[in-house]
């Protein structure tokens, strides 16, 4: 399957759609007549490149309906492999190690980003998504966009956000896919991150063909790739998607494994009186995090470090 589809007829009615979400219809009417005043800004968070990513946190009442727009609407989508991240699938479960592994063999790797994609996606594309991908009557279709989108643009941190993040391409995105793999190029994208690789190399010729083509579908869906981000590496280097290395296996790259065994230090570090602090709790559970998602790949080094965190854990 190389497209998203919605497997469930279209919703007809306000009525309709409130039965398919399991509320009242009145409930439905007071959160869409009140949905773009129901978030709140979170603390914004300054990413490695600098950038700032702003999330907001939807009011309960809100999110409640989210959720179960992911359960009852989006849970009928049959989602394409290639689309790797923030979708709940248990048969084939999507996640960066699962997006890793669609390129592990790889004799050259390709990555793209799309700038700012979460502010990018408008409401006019999100009730596009509603009336034209799921087929629903536009004044659904308008129920449905003002309950996911906040002040005119995809809020990222909603939980309805990263299902409509992944049908924003649902128009171009299947024919670029097919085009690739005519070509012999592999195709997955996590979110915002663009990942093309190839089993074997590429001249100059084939790679600025390669990127000329997922670009242009960027840029007709109005969406900006990000210049700083686009790498090209082959075998013959480290070959990383979603800070993963891929070269002879899965791994996290040494500087971040580096990174993880210095937070394990500075938890060593603290004397017995302070590991009663707050402080320490949170730097604690956020080390023994880091070096969870180490075990999924180095699998002795992550349980040697573990032992080492349970000798200071918090008291």
């Known amino acids: 399957m190389n497209q998203p589809c919605f497997k469930d007829k279209p919703i007809a009615s306000t009525a309709a759609l409130a039965r398919a979400l399991h509320i009242p219809h009145r409930h439905l009417t007071w959160a869409t007549n009140r949905a773009d005043r129901l978030y709140r800004a979170l603390q914004p968070m300054v990413k490695p490149d600098g950038s700032i990513r702003q999330v907001f946190n939807p009011a309960r009442p809100l999110k409640d309906i989210q959720r ?10 049959d989602f394409p492999f290639y689309l790797q991240g923030g979708i709940r699938d248990r048969k084939n479960p999507r996640h960066c190690l699962a997006n890793a592994k669609l390129h592990s063999d790889a004799k050259i790797v390709i990555n793209e980003d799309i700038s700012g994609f979460f502010p990018s996606i408008t409401k006019r594309q999100v009730q596009n998504i509603w009336q034209h991908f799921f087929r629903f009557p536009p004044d659904i279709a308008i129920i449905l966009t003002k309950l996911t989108i906040h002040d005119g643009q995809l809020p990222q941190g909603a939980p309805t956000s990263s299902y409509l993040a992944n ?3 649902w128009e171009h995105e299947p024919p670029t896919v097919e085009a690739l793999f005519i070509k012999g190029i592999r195709y997955s994208r996590y979110i915002d991150d663009i990942t093309l690789s190839s089993t074997y190399f590429q001249n100059d010729h084939s790679k600025t063909a390669m990127i000329r083509k997922v670009r242009s579908m960027c840029n007709r869906n109005k969406y900006e790739v990000k210049r700083s981000k686009h790498r090209i590496e082959s075998s013959g280097q480290p070959m990383r998607i979603n800070n993963l290395q891929i070269n002879n296996g899965i791994s996290l790259p040494k500087r971040e494994r580096a990174c993880i065994r210095a937070a394990v230090h500075s938890c060593e570090k ?8 707050n402080e320490y709790h949170v730097l ?3 080390t023994v995090g880091r070096v969870n998602h180490l075990r999924q ?3 002795h080094e992550g349980k040697r470090l573990l032992k080492r965190l349970d000798a200071c854990a918090p008291l």
Do not use: K, Q
């Not at 727009?69 to 989508?77: A, E």
């Not at 603290?270 to 602090?277: D, F, G, L, W, Y």
């Open 68 to 77: 179960r727009i992911n359960r009852h609407i989006f849970g009928r989508v």
């Open 297 to 299: 790949f180095h699998r």
């Open 284 to 286: 604690f559970n956020s």
């Open 270 to 277: 603290h004397i017995e009186e302070e590991r009663t602090a």
């Open 167 to 169: 049908l924003a391409l």
